[in-house]
């Protein structure tokens, strides 16, 4: 009878090894890119944030120097001034200004728009460059506000005020706004104006006449000449024309009355009577405010 000995240990099985699942490194590989981006992001973020911050101070610099240039009004065709106004603008920031623009409006004291709003357009600046802004107001002499520079002056003590405002778009996504104000002084070419209109004489023959006196300052850069139309009226009536020349240099005084006006019989401009006055010239051809008659 033979004795077995206990049986040899067999090797151990080694299973097959199997790699990571492929959802698993997809996963791994979405936190290595959501690291990245995010990285990016804040990078980005910091880029724009200094950028924007670079071209602020620089352009916040600039107006405060009042290098927003705003000369004297000229004088358009006669019947307007014009108000061209420029700016050179520096980005210093590491992103482009993709659009730069300018909306200016001009107003008396009192809040009274003149004219209509300027705008200098959309403007690109490339990173570590400039660009040049450029708008134009005009104001044409029409309206009751407007023609209110034709004889009212704004000195420096009372000026007109030029709102300004910059909106800007740093790489096609990020706004800068930023607001300025700008003081403009003026001189009324018929500063002071008056049309002051006789006591109504009768004569024998049954008509009736005035005679009106035109007082008035050039406080203009430029010189006032040329026929004066004057209307009298009276409850939106006609009640009478003349004509007469007037001409004053810059800081000289007009003074004249016109010869007789003859009435219209039965309209007295004396009752709820306006003067109405225009004049015609290669320098200015504008109609001036009606002035209520006492």
Same mark, same amino acid.
């Given at each position: ?23 698993? !490194? ?8 959501? #690291? &990245? ?17 670079? /071209? ?17 009004? $000229?004088?358009?065709?006669?019947? !307007? ?5 420029? &700016? ?5 920031? /590491? ?21 209509? @709003?300027?705008? #200098? ?19 044409? /002499?029409?309206?009751?506000?407007? $023609? ?11 000026? =007109? ?23 403009? #002084? ?6 002071? =104006? ?35 139309? %004057? ?17 004053? $240099? @810059?800081?000289? #005084? ?29 320098? =200015? ?7 209520? %008659?006492?």
């Amino acid at each position: 009878m033979s004795v077995r000995g206990p049986p040899s240990p067999r090797p151990p099985v080694r299973l097959p090894r199997r790699g990571k699942p492929p959802l698993y !490194r997809l996963a791994g590989w979405l936190k290595v890119l959501a #690291t &990245l981006v995010t990285v990016g992001l804040v990078l980005y973020s910091f880029l724009v944030g200094y950028s924007m911050l670079q /071209f602020g101070e620089g352009l916040n610099g600039q107006l405060s120097k009042s290098k927003f240039h705003y000369p004297v009004p $000229q004088l358009v065709r006669g019947d !307007r001034i014009s108000l061209q106004a420029w &700016l050179t603008v520096s980005n210093q920031g /590491f992103l482009p200004i993709s659009s730069l623009r300018v909306d200016s409006r001009l107003s008396v004291p009192t809040g009274g728009l003149l004219g209509s @709003p300027a705008t #200098t357009g959309d403007v690109p600046i490339p990173a570590g460059g400039s660009g040049n802004l450029s708008s134009t107001l005009t104001v044409p /002499f029409q309206g009751p506000t407007d $023609q209110l520079l034709l004889v009212n002056d704004y000195p420096s003590s009372d000026p =007109l005020l030029v709102e300004n405002w910059v909106n800007s778009t740093f790489a096609s996504f990020f706004t800068l706004h930023i607001y300025f104000p700008a003081n403009l #002084t003026w001189g009324a070419p018929f500063y002071g =104006l008056t049309e002051s209109v006789s006591p109504t004489t009768t004569l024998g023959n049954g008509t009736a006449q005035v005679e009106v006196t035109v007082t008035f300052a050039d406080h203009a850069q430029f010189p006032i000449g040329g026929p004066l139309t %004057i209307e009298l009226t009276s409850q939106g009536r006609t009640c009478g024309t003349t004509y007469m020349l007037v001409g004053a $240099q @810059p800081t000289q #005084t007009f003074t004249g009355t016109t010869g007789p006006v003859y009435l219209a019989p039965g309209c007295d401009p004396h009752t709820q009577g306006q003067v109405v006055s225009s004049i015609t010239s290669p320098v =200015l051809s504008v109609s001036l405010p009606n002035e209520a %008659i006492p």
